[in-house]
Antibody, heavy 118, light 108 residues
Framework: QVQLEESGPGLMQPSETLSLTCTVS????????VGWVRQPLGKGLVWMGT???????NYNSAVQSRLSISRDTSKSQVFLKMNSLQPEDTGTYYC????????????WGQGVMVTVSS | AIVLNQSPSSIIASQGEKVTITCRAS???????LHWYQQKPGAFPKLVIY???YRASGVPSRFSGSGSGTSYSFTISRVEAEDVATYYC?????????FGSGTKLEIK
């Protein structure tokens, strides 16, 4: 069955670089895209970016200057790196499978909580 | 960016009641690109309705969606206790993909 699992550090300091990994199973990264969605505590969902099956990447311009998404198809892993962290980057980070045809996020990981605090 | 204005922000309903959530887009969207998610407390979002009106796998028939252009709606025909959640609309039509601000459903 389709599964996604995020992993990464829970606590970060301001100005540090966040590195998260999304490990997928039950589908191929060369057949489906994977997106990252952030949810500040108690707030709504914000799309950050998606790496598509062909390897192209779309970023949300609001975070594009700080964000990098990549993948290792041999390991079925997608990576998120975001630099210059600030306390407002605190929240739960989800990876989700996405289809390019209509931008659906049809399967989601459990999410990883990231706190940015000194 | 396409802004999705979702209303109401919260609903308190009785079991068995019909509830409807509206999602209005700042620009016209093809119905193929408007989707709805359910996020139960403490859980990850789950796809409920895709492409305006298609139920995702395993979603009960009491959930439905409709709309076109800039106006979309999501309906639960008879609310059950297990439907307590926040519901979000989302557009996958143009970059950046955006979500509505959410509608929190509670049961009386």
């Amino acid at each position: 069955q389709v599964q996604l699992e995020e992993s990464g550090p829970g606590l970060m300091q301001p100005s540090e670089t966040l590195s998260l990994t999304c490990t997928v199973s039950g589908f191929s990264l060369t057949s489906n895209g994977v997106g990252w969605v952030r949810q500040p505590l108690g707030k709504g969902l914000v799309w950050m970016g998606t790496i598509w099956a062909g390897g192209s990447i779309n970023y949300n311009s609001a975070v594009q200057s700080r964000l990098s998404i990549s993948r290792d198809t041999s390991k079925s892993q997608v990576f998120l790196k975001m630099n210059s962290l600030q306390p407002e980057d605190t929240g739960t980070y989800y990876c989700a499978r996405s289809t390019r045809g209509n931008g659906i996020f049809d399967y989601w990981g459990q999410g990883v909580m990231v706190t940015v605090s000194s | 960016a396409i802004v999705l204005n979702q209303s109401p922000s919260s609903i308190i309903a009785s079991q068995g009641e019909k509830v409807t959530i509206t999602c209005r887009a700042s620009s016209s969207i093809s119905s193929n690109y408007l989707h709805w998610y359910q996020q139960k407390p403490g859980a990850f979002p789950k796809l409920v309705i895709y492409s305006t009106s298609y139920r995702a796998s395993g979603v009960p028939s009491r959930f439905s969606g409709s709309g076109s252009g800039t106006s979309y709606s999501f309906t639960i025909s008879r609310v059950e206790a297990e439907d307590v959640a926040t519901y979000y609309c989302q557009q996958g039509s143009s970059n950046p993909f955006t979500f509505g601000s959410g509608t929190k459903l509670e049961i009386k």
